[in-house]
């Protein structure tokens, strides 16, 4: 099994910054690649980016393009979200997610995932 376990959610205010980490421990030599989704209320849980172990293919839909930046450190157990300039929509539950396969933007290939981390952008 694999935990995930994120931080560095919190409030901020338009066009503020906040920096996610997700922590992988247990049996994390089988992950390969790791992701972040989004949920915002009342809405479907949506990718946000995801890296592969060696760091390639960090990948960010146009919604956050420009704005977040995902990285992995050395080791590959943790990986980042930088987000900047950030908007209301913003707004989300973020959830980090692992998966032994190859990178995916799709949820349902994911075979582990974290509690959630909320982001609240004021306007």
């Known amino acids: 099994q694999v935990q995930l376990v994120e931080s560095g959610g919190g409030l901020v205010q338009t066009g503020g910054s906040l920096r996610l980490s997700c922590a992988a421990s247990?049996?994390?030599?089988?992950?390969?690649?790791m992701a972040w989704f989004r949920q915002a209320p009342g809405k479907e849980r949506e990718f946000v980016a995801a890296?592969?172990?060696?760091?390639?293919?960090?990948y960010n839909p146009d919604s956050v393009k420009g704005r977040f930046t995902i990285s992995r450190d050395s080791a590959g157990n943790t990986i980042y979200l930088q987000m900047n300039s950030l908007k209301p929509e913003d707004t989300a539950i973020y959830y980090c997610?692992?998966?032994?396969?190859?990178?995916?933007?799709?949820?349902?290939?994911?075979?582990?995932w974290g509690q959630g981390t909320q982001v609240a952008v004021s306007s």
């Open positions: 997610a692992a998966d032994q396969g190859p990178f995916t933007t799709l949820m349902d290939q994911y075979d582990y």
């Open positions: 890296i592969t172990r060696s760091g390639g293919r960090p």
């Open positions: 247990g049996r994390t030599f089988n992950i390969y690649t």
